[in-house]
């Protein structure tokens, strides 16, 4: 049987079927690539709805200890991310629930917009731009956080986690034609408040400490077991 190795999580030639058929047959440390592969994006999708580092983070935690307990079930018929981050807004809105503060995410309305970001190019850039840009993406962090939570949750998958509109209606469990008015809204909105601002997909960044702190918090529980 082929070693697989931790550090080598990127390598996408890893597929995650045989990965999380792995883990199912015993091989419990390669949860760890499922982790790093999906930390950033649960992260972003969690602080959709709540904006509170510690409490994100123990929703991270209780997902992937929820989702590993119930791996058995994962069917595969669509991408293992889909249905953690299904399994991470639940445990986000039952979060929210517990402090009456339930979001009505099925109200809809349609309203045309245009695209208002773009990647810019960032080969080069010199101590003044650099420090635009850091300015520009805090502006559009905080724009973003200022939308409903139905509007930001599907402007994040789309626009920085780059999901398609299937999979995203997949994870809301809404159609795809609600996902695509929600997305043309959060652009709208976003059109009204920021003229040209310069997008960056690194914004709502949990890497580096952050994500290997969440990541040996849970193996050690998992391992434990």
Known sequence: ?????INDFNDHTLSESNIIKRILSGEKELYE??????????????????????????????????SYEKLHQFKHHSSYSTWLIRIGINEALARLKTKSKVFHLNTTQHLDS?????????????PESKIIRKEAKQLLEKTIDSLDTKYKTVYILKEVEEM????????????TANTKVRLYRAKHML????????????????????CDDLTEK???IILKN
């Open 1 to 5: 049987m082929e070693v697989i190795k």
């Open 33 to 66: 690539i499922l982790l790093r592969r999906n930390n950033q994006k649960l992260y972003r999708v969690i602080r959709s709805y709540i904006n509170d580092t510690a409490e994100i983070e123990d929703i991270m935690q209780n997902t992937y200890l929820k």
């Open 114 to 126: 245009n695209s208002i970001l773009e990647k810019p190019d960032t080969s080069q850039l010199n």
């Open 164 to 175: 398609s509109i299937k999979d995203i209606s997949n994870c809301l469990n809404i159609s």
């Open 191 to 210: 059109k009204e408040k920021l003229f040209e601002v310069t997008a960056n997909v690194d914004i709502f960044e949990f890497g580096f400490s952050k």
């Open 218 to 220: 849970i193996m050690s």
